[in-house]
């Protein structure tokens, strides 16, 4: 069975941190790349951080390099995405994703690609 459980976010100040979580199952997060994503208010989703190359290297937005990074932990099945130095630009409802038509994630930032999502966190940063 398929499950995604986004958890961590929060509201904090420009320049903090926050790590997000993606709780998958075993079922998912064996079978399928997952990703993040985000959605700003009143503007459209859009890629933040992805795998590619077996998971050995990541896609990221030009707005989050260097300041995000994603990592997973197969023991846990989770997926997480540290932000650090975060901006009021940064501020959205944070998603996590799964391709389930591959586990070899091929780097992709289009929500498109992906076919099975969280609920979303909320993260609020204010200047």
């Known amino acids: 069975q398929d499950q995604l459980v986004e958890s961590g976010g929060g509201s904090v100040q420009a320049g903090g941190s926050l790590r997000l979580s993606c709780r998958a199952s075993e079922y998912t997060f064996s079978r399928s790349c997952i990703a993040w994503f985000r959605q700003p208010p009143g503007k459209q989703r859009e890629g933040v951080a992805t795998?590619?190359?077996?998971?050995?290297?990541?896609n990221y937005a030009d707005s989050v390099k260097g300041r995000f990074t994603i990592s997973e932990d197969g023991a846990v099945n989770t997926v997480y995405l540290q932000m650090n130095n975060l901006k009021p630009d940064d501020t959205a409802m944070y998603y996590c994703?799964?391709?389930?038509?591959?586990?070899?994630?091929?780097?992709?930032?289009?929500?498109?690609?992906?076919?099975?999502w969280g609920q979303g966190a909320q993260v609020t940063v204010s200047s």
């Open positions: 795998f590619f190359n077996h998971g050995r290297r990541a």
């Open positions: 994703a799964a391709d389930r038509r591959t586990w070899s994630c091929s780097g992709s930032r289009d929500p498109n690609d992906y076919d099975y």
